[in-house]
């Protein structure tokens, strides 16, 4: 069973940083894309970021390029989101997803999900 656990989140004041890990466990678990996507109270899931374990190859939201970064370190199945010059738009629950087969901006494609983490940024 795959498993993944977000961690890192947190409140912050606007104009601050943070940053969220992404651990990926299970058995023989190698995953081919991950992503972060949020959701704000009220809102749909929005797609944030994402990157491909093959060759590191990275997407974004037009509305967090240039301030957020997504990273991964395939020896131990875990992805981060560095996130800077934060928002108070951007506070939402953030959840990783994961997939063998896919890395786009879909969340419909994405098999595995973690629980979330909350980002709160103040103003």
């Known amino acids: 069973q795959v498993q993944l656990v977000e961690s890192g989140g947190g409140l912050v004041q606007a104009g601050g940083s943070l940053r969220l890990s992404c651990a990926a466990s299970?058995?023989?678990?190698?995953?081919?894309?991950m992503g972060w996507f949020r959701q704000a109270p009220g809102k749909e899931r929005e797609f944030v970021a994402a990157?491909?374990?093959?060759?590191?190859?990275?997407n974004y939201a037009d509305s967090v390029k240039g301030r957020f970064t997504i990273s991964g370190d395939n020896a131990k199945n875990t992805v981060y989101l560095q996130m800077n010059s934060l928002k108070p738009e951007d506070t939402a629950i953030y959840y990783c997803?994961?997939?063998?087969?896919?890395?786009?901006?879909?969340?419909?494609?994405?098999?595995?999900w973690g629980q979330g983490t909350q980002v709160t940024v103040s103003s």
């Open positions: 997803a994961a997939d063998l087969y896919y890395s786009g901006t879909s969340k419909r494609e994405y098999d595995y």
């Open positions: 990157i491909r374990s093959v060759g590191g190859s990275t």
């Open positions: 299970g058995r023989a678990f190698r995953w081919y894309g």
